[in-house]
């Protein structure tokens, strides 16, 4: 082969999807390319030029819709496709002298009837392509094997267990023998009134000499919690943790209980068995015992991504010990100052509200006091959020830089000031308001009455859900986060000395999808907090299609997994894990499924651009 041909052949194998392709048909492929060169400013397609499939050698061209916005920057490694774009075409400029080789639409449909994974690569949708990339994320392990990131749906082998609630107790102990189990869910009406164990009938049975006649509903603990299919075995372990039962009934979104969840069966599923954070944290007696537990967070993010867990649950999990050091602070304050002299609510904000932290980020918190608060109580409250605040940095949650916290005196306030907060905030959406959207709009109740945060957010709800011009607003503020259409090579947006040619995978990626996923469920007065939870919400919603709603969840779980894979490289190295992704670490394939999420998230923020009108706002 000639050496030129040779060189084409090789840059081709370097190229998804002809990286797939066997030897001899990527030998013989470039006698079938043509090979145009563009100088800097000249228009694409060359002049004279069919439709075809390009790829760019060397140079960049610019790409923009009939309306002249920028639709992408193509570089090297990357392709055009036209033999299947539907008119009109893109055009579009060389933005450097540029080499590009051209492949005749009818040889890549020739090469397509021969290799379906070819043919597959450029028909199908860039929501086909983020599925498919997420199928393959995780498969470039890092080192630990560790599943607490899997679903607890994993661990239900079998149907649960029942009883009526108007069997008696003998026939509860006869059928728990039965089936070999140590507890059973009891019934009434076809609900789940509660659960008796072993340890009741021996407690509240056989101890005080209880008839064993009696209806088994009336031993049974009717104070239980349950936990969704989708849950992560590290939430569920938690959240036996906090309030410290043995046993979690399991029951979906319609409320169809599948099953019981135990500690047992957590313990038995662990590959490695790791030190269980969430009981340190919960049986901490200081200050220090709680920094020391914390210190092992980045370890467990390592192994989460490690064993191949979905972003969601990496970030539920991170979420969820953020929690339980907090709750723990607040109880450690409570010893230290004496009971709360009024009812009171500490809430969490931002990322740690949504579920979607990673390791010690900054801490987002509020709190709520009950309006027959007195004056003399006030500083009961201020040490409380002083050392909580301080015992929250002290574990690497470090101060909020706009001091969105509840040691400031505007965020720890009786909840008929709060109430006056949004009613400001919705009904003038001022830039000071639109800032704040991140975080208040995002809260989630830790400790205290919770009675205080729920009749406030149903009516935070239903002002947002009948104010078109204050989505509008925050629809605009939203907009100056959008995802690098100029991503291409290393290149990424960023020459701050400090993060030169990095990709902001935070604020340029995942922040975009957040503002999304708030503007939708805000507009249809919907309670959930979690970004992938509003998404699914609002799925068939005037405000989001069920198409571009699976979209976005794609979107938002291809790109949370890049940014913790690139947080766990760090934490391997030695390394302080940050947000700013080198492109060096993404394959061509990789780059190339990031920018159809760029696509994705583009089109929806175009979409809501046009819906609310966002030119028209002054």
Not at 176 to 183: A, D, F, G, T, Y
Not at 279 to 289: G, N, Q, T
Not at 321 to 334: N, Q, V, Y
């Amino acid at each position: 082969m000639e050496i030129e041909l040779q060189e084409i052949r090789d840059f081709l194998a370097g190229v998804p999807p002809f990286d797939e392709l066997p030897d001899e048909t990527l030998d013989s492929l470039p006698e079938q390319l043509e090979i145009r060169y563009l100088r800097r400013g000249e228009t694409f397609p060359p002049k004279g030029a069919g439709a075809a499939l390009w790829l760019p050698r060397s140079g960049a061209i610019e790409l923009r819709d009939a309306a002249g916005r920028l639709l992408a920057r193509i570089g090297e490694g990357a392709t055009i496709d036209d033999c299947l774009a539907p008119p009109p075409r893109p055009t579009g400029e060389a933005i450097e002298d540029s080499l590009l080789y051209c492949l005749p639409c009818a040889a890549l449909r020739r090469l397509g009837e021969h290799y379906p994974t070819l043919e597959r690569h450029f028909s199908i949708s860039p929501r086909e392509r983020m599925r498919r990339a997420l199928e393959t994320a995780g498969q470039d392990p890092i080192g630990i094997d560790d599943d607490l990131g899997a679903e607890v749906a994993t661990l239900l082998k079998h149907p649960p267990v029942t009883i009526d609630a108007s069997a008696s107790i003998q026939q509860a102990a006869q059928r728990m023998s039965e089936e070999r189990v140590s507890s059973l869910l009891v019934m009434r009406n076809e609900c789940l009134a509660g659960i008796v164990t072993d340890s009741d009938l021996r407690r509240r049975v056989v101890a005080p000499g209880r008839d064993p006649g009696e209806p088994v509903g009336e031993i049974v603990s009717s104070d239980v919690h349950s936990i969704p299919p989708d849950a992560s075995l590290m939430r569920a372990m938690l959240t036996m943790t906090r309030l410290r039962v043995h046993h979690l009934p399991v029951i979906d979104g319609d409320g169809r209980l599948l099953g019981l969840l135990s500690d047992g069966d957590i313990t038995r599923r662990q590959t490695i068995n790791p030190v269980f954070l969430a009981s340190d944290i919960a049986r901490a007696d200081s200050l220090d015992e709680l920094i020391a537990a914390s210190r092992a967070l980045p370890e467990l993010q390592l192994r989460l991504a490690s064993a191949n867990a979905s972003a969601r649950h990496i970030g539920e999990s991170i979420s969820c010990l953020t929690d339980a050091i907090c709750r723990r602070l607040l109880e450690l304050g409570e010893q230290r100052f004496g009971a709360p002299p009024a009812p009171y609510l500490w809430l969490a904000g931002g990322s740690q509200a949504r579920g979607e932290q990673s390791a010690h980020s900054d801490q987002d918190n509020a709190m709520i006091l009950s309006d027959a608060t007195r004056a003399d109580e006030l500083p009961w409250f201020e040490d409380l959020a002083r050392f909580v605040s301080d015992g929250l940095n002290a574990c690497g949650y470090v101060y909020c830089p706009g001091d969105a916290m509840a040691t400031n005196p505007e965020w720890r306030q009786p909840l008929a000031t709060w109430r006056g907060y949004f009613d400001r905030w919705i009904g003038h959406p001022e830039p000071k308001a639109l800032m704040l959207s991140s975080i208040f709009f995002d809260l989630k109740p830790i400790h205290g009455d919770e009675s205080l945060f729920e009749s406030l957010h149903a009516e935070v709800l239903e002002k947002t859900r009948a104010n078109t011009i204050f989505i509008a607003h925050l629809t605009a503020n939203a907009l100056s986060h959008r995802p690098p259409l100029g991503f291409f090579r290393n290149f990424v947006l960023i020459h701050d000395g400090k993060h030169d040619d990095t990709l902001d995978i935070k604020h340029r990626g995942l922040a975009p999808i957040v503002d999304i996923a708030r503007i939708v469920a805000l507009a249809e007065g919907l309670a959930p907090i979690a970004t992938d939870a509003r998404l699914r919400a609002a799925m068939g919603s005037p405000s989001l299609s069920r198409e571009m709603g699976r979209n976005l969840r794609d979107a938002l779980e291809f790109i949370a997994r890049l940014r913790f894979r690139h947080q766990a490289r760090q934490i391997r190295a030695g390394v302080v894990p940050d947000n700013y992704l080198p492109p060096a670490e993404l394959s061509q394939l990789e780059r190339s499924h990031l920018k159809d999420a760029f696509r994705i998230i583009q089109s929806m923020q175009e979409l809501l651009e046009h819906r609310y009108q966002v030119g028209r706002l002054g």
